[in-house]
C-alpha cells in the first residue's frame, strides 16, 4: 500500500508594506522563479499570478515540508534573486505575513482562474478588499488594526 496525500494552499504573498515593487513586464520572470523552488520541493504549481504589490500562489506543497518554512523558503531564494537579477530595482523585500488557505482539489479549477484574472480584478478590488473577502471566506476572525 502506498501513502496517497492531496495538500493544496491558495496562498497570498504581498511586498514589504505592500510597494507596487513587481513590475508587470518583469513578472513572468519572478513567476518562472518561484516555480522552480517550488518544482524543486517536490511541490506541485497549479498557478501564479499576481500584481505589483502581490501574488497569488496555488500549490501543492509536499507533506514532508512544513507551511511556513516553504513559505519563507520561497520568500528568502526570490528575494536573492530579485535583487541579484536587476529586473526589480525598487523591490525591498516581502512582508513578514502570509495569507495560507487550504482548499479542495475540487475547487482547483475556480481558484486558478481566479488566480488567473488578477489584473482585471483589480481594476475594480484593491488588495484590503480582496485579502478582507479571503478571510471572511475561510472564516477567521479579521484583526481590525491591520485594516485601514
Known amino acids: 500500500m502506498t501513502s496517497y496525500r492531496q495538500l493544496l494552499y491558495h496562498l497570498v504573498i504581498r511586498t514589504k508594506e505592500s510597494r507596487k515593487t513587481i513590475p508587470a513586464e518583469q513578472a513572468g520572470h519572478l513567476y518562472a522563479y518561484i516555480g522552480g ?66 482548499c479542495s482539489y475540487l475547487d482547483a479549477g475556480a481558484i486558478i482562474e481566479y488566480i488567473r484574472s488578477q489584473q482585471e480584478h483589480h481594476r475594480k478590488v484593491s488588495f484590503m478588499e480582496e485579502y478582507r473577502s479571503l478571510l471572511l471566506e475561510a472564516g477567521l476572525e479579521i484583526d481590525e488594526r491591520y485594516f485601514p
Do not use: C, Q
Open 37 to 102: 523552488i517550488i518544482k524543486n520541493k517536490n511541490s506541485h504549481l497549479y498557478r501564479i499570478n499576481g500584481i505589483e504589490d502581490h501574488l497569488h500562489i496555488l500549490t501543492d506543497i509536499h507533506p514532508s515540508l512544513a507551511l511556513a518554512d516553504f513559505i519563507r523558503d520561497i520568500k528568502v531564494s526570490s528575494t536573492m534573486w530579485m535583487k541579484k537579477s536587476g529586473l526589480f530595482p525598487d523591490f525591498g523585500g516581502w512582508s513578514d505575513k502570509y495569507g495560507a488557505f487550504t
